[in-house]
């Protein structure tokens, strides 16, 4: 029987975990000498989209996993005197400011000796986070980047504060999709957009999968989910697959779903990837409005050769 075991006392979630140590296999060649995490969309790393969306939902303290390529991710975060000296003489006020954003942050670091999978990155964790909820933080996704809409990071803490569980975001992706995901198995909603869970499953077969409501990078974990990642078993891809210990954690806690109808951006994929690239870069002030214009003269371009290809058939 499944019972509530948090104590009665209310912890505030002030710690996040950020997985950045996946070989990249996907960006090959460019992940062979950086994390992908680093990867940049437009003019800033992906990684840093997800430091300010902990920011911005009260995080105080997170934890970077890193694989054999860390140093870019550790000094991107470390102040670069020699480069802000050369901005401040030259006057470059904003670019200095820019650059010093990225510093005085509460970070550390920790390495992952060998990919594993998620569930041994996030496992990197137990001593960092010791009893407390906490955020896991996944690159691969970022969210409403382009807009003021509140961070889904705070949308699950906030959900945590009511239920004291943990809480998984998820977002209705295509049907044939299901079986690059977890997927949850809802079982009726607490309140609008949060479910209760009857089962996780790490990318089921598209006929099988029992929703549409896969499961995104953003995790909010009590603690006790380090003593399942203990045990916890290589599943899919030989890999210790963090979804397969949400679900052994969902057999002796609450374990809810929180369902995210805003923007996502995919890009641990290279389309969605290029995709964000474009949607970012169109609001970004310095290049925003030569974007579009290009977009349009490309869009006329090619519907005048996909004219021309009909034509001659
Ligand atoms: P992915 O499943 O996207 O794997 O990991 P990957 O290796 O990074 O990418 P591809 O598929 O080979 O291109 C999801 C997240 O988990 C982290 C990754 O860095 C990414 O943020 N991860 C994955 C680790 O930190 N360690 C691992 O052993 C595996």
Redesign the pocket.
């Known amino acids: 029987m499944k019972q509530n075991i948090i104590p009665t006392k209310a912890r505030k979630v002030r710690k996040a975990v950020i997985?950045?140590?996946?070989?990249?296999?996907?960006?090959l060649p460019a992940t062979k000498a950086i994390?992908?995490?680093m990867l940049p969309i437009v003019d800033k790393p992906t990684i840093q989209f997800i430091v300010e969306e902990a920011l911005k939902s009260g995080i105080e303290d997170i934890l970077i996993?890193t694989?054999k390529a860390k140093r870019p991710i550790e000094d991107h975060f470390d102040s670069n005197i020699e480069l802000e000296q050369n901005l401040l003489e030259k006057g470059k006020t904003e670019l200095l400011k820019l650059v010093e954003e990225t510093t005085d942050i509460n970070l550390h670091f920790i390495r992952?000796s060998h990919?594993?999978?998620?569930g041994?990155?996030v496992l990197q964790a137990k001593a960092f986070v010791g009893n407390e909820p906490f955020v896991v933080m996944?690159?691969?996704d970022l969210m409403n980047i382009t807009g003021n809409e509140t961070p889904l990071t705070k949308d699950l803490i906030n959900d945590y504060e009511k239920t004291h569980a943990s809480t998984i975001a998820v977002m209705k992706v295509p049907h044939d999709d299901v079986d690059k995901y977890g997927v949850i198995d809802p079982n009726g909603e607490v309140s609008k957009g949060l479910y209760n869970v009857e089962r996780f499953v790490e990318k089921p077969n598209v006929d099988e999968a029992p929703s549409d409501l896969a499961i995104i990078g953003r995790y909010l974990l009590t603690p006790e989910i380090f003593d399942v990642l203990e045990t916890q078993v290589p599943g899919a891809g030989n890999?210790i697959q963090l979804t397969d210990a949400i679900e052994r954690l969902n057999k002796t806690q609450r374990v809810f779903a929180h369902e995210f109808t805003g923007k996502r951006y995919d890009v641990?994929d290279k389309l969605g990837f290029v995709e964000t690239t474009i949607e970012y870069g169109l609001e970004h002030p310095q290049i925003g409005a030569n974007l579009k214009n290009y977009i349009i003269e490309k869009a006329k371009e090619l519907s005048q050769d996909d004219s021309k290809n009909i034509t001659k058939k």
């Open positions: 997985p950045a140590a996946g070989l990249g296999t996907r960006f994390a992908k995490e996993v694989g992952q990919p594993k999978g998620l041994h990155a996944l690159g691969d890999e641990g």
